[in-house]
């Protein structure tokens, strides 16, 4: 059965220096992000125009963008489809995501400032508040956790290469949240790292958080086993 049209967020706020066709591709971007958008879901110019209330111009250069970056391809003549990766991309995705992790962990042990490694603390506390039943607000926060890692590593590239990532990870689905005893285990993880980082072990704080994120994977593998 054909999955019904995802519904993104409201309109596009003008001004802010930002040209529209950009604001439309960042709209996009955190529809991907926040599970708006779904492997499989279609996406036709009139319709999004509609939702964000913008002419059909900056929303054609948007998903231009989108298709050029692979995040959607052509349904016949019935517009775009958001892209479903394979197990060889999900696998090369992972690979790179373990690397860029634990070089943000480790230069984020080298810079970090004890503000900011307070705000860790505090976005893993809630996480761990989270309710076990609200996934969605969890990789909310988990986004949040690893963007904050990435921004105290005071590498422009590294970062703008992480945000890129997150919108190959939203095509993924659903959550590893959501596999059974992932979000406890999360938890431990995101200390461990926090404390490595705050006794500016740079060593311990890339061995931790290239671990966790193989254990991302191990859930990741175990979700799409079950599809």
Known sequence: MARRPAKAGGTIARGGGIALGEAVFRSLCEALQAGSYRAGDRLREEEV??????SRTPVREALGRLAARGFVEPAGGRGLIVRNLDISEVLELYAMREIMEGAAARLAAAHASMTEIDALRDIEQAFAEASATDAAEMARLNRAF??????AARNRYLDNASRELQDWIALLGPTTFTVTG???TSHGEHQAIIDAIAAHDGDKAE???RAHIREALR???KLLQKQ
Not at 49 to 54: F, N
């Open 207 to 209: 061995q931790l958080a």
């Open 49 to 54: 125009a509609q939702r964000l209330k913008v």
């Open 182 to 184: 992932r979000p406890s």
């Open 219 to 221: 859930c990741r593998l």
């Open 146 to 151: 690893h963007g904050a890692i990435c921004r």
